[in-house]
């Protein structure tokens, strides 16, 4: 049997590694593993954080935690010489990973040519001619820009082998039905340190894609294809289990997509699920726009079972880029919607996590009128207490919008829609990040309305209005 390798590349962007985990590999494990193929996992990481540019940085910087299939786990300084007992290397790459997961591959090539190599995620799905025309001395052996459960099978199986030349794989499927939840292994979730309301917490996803097309977002092209819920159900069986064995004595869970909280119906049943698991707080996310449309009918399943925090992507204060961001579909969305949607959360005794966004084309009354928005949320009381007896207080938080391949945006820049905005096409990928460290974000920029400091100062100042704790 061929000996699979997962490696997740490092986030160099971040402040901590471990806190999220990136599914990818983990339900690409699982899948394998029902199958009849075992495989291990590598998480690559950085102990000191520092941003520089990724190409400059290099392998010797890193550390590897290595869980392997029957639960033992690693951890030391980088070395080459762990990869030369496996046949096969698959990496699941986001594009400020794509510089790291550049430089493994080419070492990889030179020191071990009988790895197959295959590279999945969300880069090359998004940057597929890029991954495609990498030249040969670090290209891939197998490209998967969609859907890696039948891909990676065919890989492992013997069904396909490498040739002399890159080879892409789409697979995608219709309906995400008969998959198995995604592996939970505890020497990896116990690095993990996230907390809802005061309690520790792991996270999980109910579906891929996303309903709406925001024009700044990737997955606003993708249609929804959501889990079973038996599915659904066990993992969270697993993840309260993996809590105990850690030691929590109480649970948190997040739902990390875009269709966590979207009907009264549907919370409903999510909440049941929650509930019957035994975990004592969640948060998900939701739009502003329902909110405002079900009120307490929305909230009131989430309240009832503990749920204490809702994610809200409010992007911005200016109606002006609101109307650009096309945030529900082509419909109208006034940034009262975003004020109504905070008051109305807060009354029922739950917490909102704002995301907001700086954008190229915005001028001094777009900013101010953001950052009016961000000193109400940030100053809204909360009619509740977390886990811990803290006051509930709302989150802010404020990001420069980066246009990545395969968004609206992107597209819009490249060819002038957007007057005074210009993307700077040899910046290097692994800059392009939401989120880095103390709270900065990438540059893609050649042009902008205002220069980059103004941007900077103004998402420093939103920034230090969060709250010490939430």
Same mark, same amino acid.
């Given at each position: 049997?061929k000996k699979?390798?997962?490696?997740?590349?490092?986030?160099?962007?971040?402040d901590?590694?471990?806190?999220?985990?990136?599914?990818?590999p983990?339900?690409?494990?699982?899948?394998?593993?029902?199958?009849?193929?075992?495989?291990?996992?590598?998480?690559?990481?950085?102990?000191?954080?520092?941003?520089?540019?990724?190409?400059?940085?290099?392998?010797?910087?890193?550390?590897?935690?290595?869980?392997?299939?029957?639960?033992?786990?690693?951890?030391?300084?980088?070395?080459?010489?762990?990869?030369?007992?496996?046949?096969?290397?698959?990496?699941?790459?986001?594009?400020?990973?794509?510089?790291?997961?550049?430089?493994?591959?080419?070492?990889l090539?030179?020191?071990?040519?009988?790895?197959?190599?295959?590279?999945?995620?969300?880069?090359?799905?998004?940057?597929?001619?890029?991954?495609?025309?990498?030249?040969?001395?670090?290209?891939?052996?197998?490209?998967?820009?969609?859907?890696?459960?039948?891909?990676?099978?065919?890989?492992?199986?013997?069904?396909?082998?490498?040739?002399?030349?890159?080879?892409?794989?789409?697979?995608?499927?219709?309906?995400l039905?008969?998959?198995?939840?995604?592996?939970?292994?505890? #020497?990896?979730?116990?690095?993990?340190? %996230? &907390?809802? /309301?005061? =309690?520790?917490?792991? $996270?999980?996803?109910?579906? !891929?894609?996303?309903?709406?097309?925001?024009?700044?977002c990737?997955?606003?092209?993708?249609?929804?294809?959501?889990?079973?819920?038996?599915?659904?159900?066990?993992?969270?069986?697993?993840?309260?289990?993996?809590?105990?064995?850690?030691?929590?004595?109480?649970?948190?869970?997040?739902?990390?997509?875009?269709?966590?909280?979207?009907s009264?119906?549907?919370?409903?049943?999510?909440?049941?699920?929650?509930?019957?698991? #035994?975990?004592?707080?969640?948060?998900a %996310? &939701?739009? /502003?726009? =329902?909110?405002?449309? $079900?009120?307490?009918?929305? !909230?009131?399943?989430?309240?009832?079972?503990?749920?204490?925090?809702?994610?809200?992507?409010?992007?911005?204060?200016?109606?002006?880029?609101?109307?650009?961001?096309?945030?529900?579909?082509?419909?109208?969305?006034?940034?009262?919607?975003?004020?109504?949607?905070?008051?109305?959360?807060?009354?029922?005794?739950?917490?909102?996590?704002?995301?907001?966004?700086?954008?190229?084309?915005?001028?001094?009354?777009?900013?101010?009128?953001t950052?009016?928005?961000?000193? %109400?949320?940030?100053?809204?009381?909360?009619?509740?207490?977390?886990?811990?007896?803290?006051?509930?207080?709302?989150?802010?938080?404020?990001?420069?919008?980066?246009?990545?391949?395969?968004?609206?945006?992107?597209?819009?820049?490249?060819?002038?829609?957007?007057?005074?905005?210009?993307?700077d096409?040899?910046?290097?990928?692994?800059?392009?990040?939401?989120?880095?460290?103390?709270?900065?974000?990438?540059?893609?920029y050649?042009?902008?309305?205002?220069?980059?400091?103004?941007?900077?100062?103004?998402?420093?100042?939103?920034?230090?209005?969060?709250?010490?704790?939430?």
């Amino acid at each position: 049997m061929k000996k699979t390798l997962f490696v997740k590349p490092p986030d160099r962007f971040l402040d901590d590694e471990f806190v999220y985990q990136q599914l990818g590999p983990h339900y690409l494990q699982s899948y394998l593993s029902s199958n009849g193929f075992d495989s291990d996992l590598l998480v690559l990481y950085q102990k000191t954080f520092r941003i520089v540019p990724s190409m400059e940085a290099s392998l010797g910087d890193l550390y590897m935690l290595a869980v392997f299939s029957g639960g033992d786990t690693y951890e030391g300084k980088f070395d080459i010489r762990f990869f030369e007992g496996y046949d096969i290397v698959g990496f699941s790459v986001m594009t400020p990973q794509a510089p790291d997961a550049y430089l493994l591959n080419t070492a990889l090539k030179r020191e071990y040519p009988h790895i197959t190599t295959v590279i999945g995620g969300s880069h090359p799905r998004y940057y597929q001619a890029q991954v495609e025309s990498l030249p040969e001395a670090n290209s891939f052996d197998f490209i998967v820009p969609q859907d890696g459960w039948r891909p990676m099978l065919q890989i492992v199986s013997g069904e396909v082998s490498k040739g002399s030349s890159a080879r892409t794989l789409v697979d995608k499927m219709s309906k995400l039905i008969d998959l198995p939840p995604p592996t939970r292994p505890v #020497g990896l979730m116990q690095r993990y340190n %996230f &907390t809802i /309301a005061g =309690l520790p917490a792991f $996270h999980s996803v109910t579906a !891929l894609g996303c309903p709406f097309t925001c024009h700044f977002c990737e997955s606003g092209l993708e249609r929804v294809r959501h889990f079973s819920f038996e599915m659904i159900e066990e993992d969270l069986a697993t993840i309260a289990s993996v809590q105990s064995t850690v030691g929590h004595k109480k649970k948190g869970i997040m739902f990390f997509d875009d269709v966590g909280l979207m009907s009264p119906v549907q919370v409903a049943r999510l909440a049941t699920r929650v509930s019957r698991a #035994g975990f004592d707080t969640w948060r998900a %996310f &939701t739009h /502003a726009y =329902l909110v405002v449309k $079900h009120k307490e009918n929305l !909230l009131l399943p989430f309240v009832e079972t503990g749920g204490k925090r809702i994610g809200i992507g409010l992007e911005t204060g200016s109606q002006k880029s609101l109307n650009l961001i096309n945030k529900r579909n082509g419909k109208y969305q006034s940034v009262k919607e975003h004020y109504d949607a905070v008051v109305l959360a807060n009354e029922q005794g739950v917490a909102v996590d704002a995301f907001t966004m700086i954008y190229p084309w915005e001028d001094e009354t777009d900013l101010a009128e953001t950052r009016s928005l961000i000193e %109400f949320i940030a100053s809204n009381p909360v009619n509740g207490f977390d886990e811990t007896g803290r006051p509930l207080r709302n989150h802010v938080d404020s990001t420069i919008m980066s246009p990545y391949q395969g968004t609206k945006f992107f597209d819009m820049i490249e060819i002038g829609e957007l007057p005074g905005v210009k993307i700077d096409t040899k910046e290097d990928p692994g800059q392009m990040y939401y989120k880095g460290l103390e709270g900065g974000s990438g540059w893609p920029y050649q042009e902008t309305r205002l220069p980059r400091s103004v941007y900077e100062e103004e998402q420093a100042y939103r920034n230090s209005l969060r709250p010490s704790y939430r």
